[in-house]
């Protein structure tokens, strides 16, 4: 089985592959992870633990993400990820109406972009 590597905000770097369960402590910011195999819990902070929260919450967009040669997921791309998604999804329903809209919308940018500039340096026209 590949395993799962995370780049961490404390610098560290995790293989979630045999990953349980994520336990808060109690009256303090750390966190426990607990792995399948593992006999002892391990204890990471709030930060890292909210970096795996987001990983976990972004699994379903797993096939999407970029991979490494090493494996190692970039967080910053799992937000990247979830953005395109809305948008696309955003732009496949969108309605005739809205689209005449845009489109007029465009033009008048366009014009009011050009309306200024001298011959030979107009952007749209």
């Known amino acids: ?49 909210a970096a795996i929260k987001i990983f976990l919450s972004a699994r379903k967009f797993e096939s999407c993400l970029a991979e490494d040669n090493y494996g190692s997921i970039d967080l910053k791309k799992v937000h990247a990820v979830e953005l395109m998604t809305a948008r696309i999804n955003r732009h496949q329903n969108i309605t005739d109406e809205e689209d005449a809209q845009n489109a007029k919308a465009f033009e008048r940018f366009k014009q009011l972009i050009d309306r200024d500039r001298p011959l030979g340096q107009k952007l749209y026209s």
Not at 30 to 47: C, M
Request: charged share 20%.
């Open 1 to 49: 089985m590949k395993s799962t590597l995370l780049d961490l905000p404390s610098g560290g770097t995790i293989d979630l592959t045999n990953f349980v369960a994520i336990v808060p402590l109690e009256q303090s910011d750390r966190h426990q992870l607990l792995f399948a195999g593992l006999g002892q819990p391990l204890t990471i902070d709030r930060t890292d633990a």
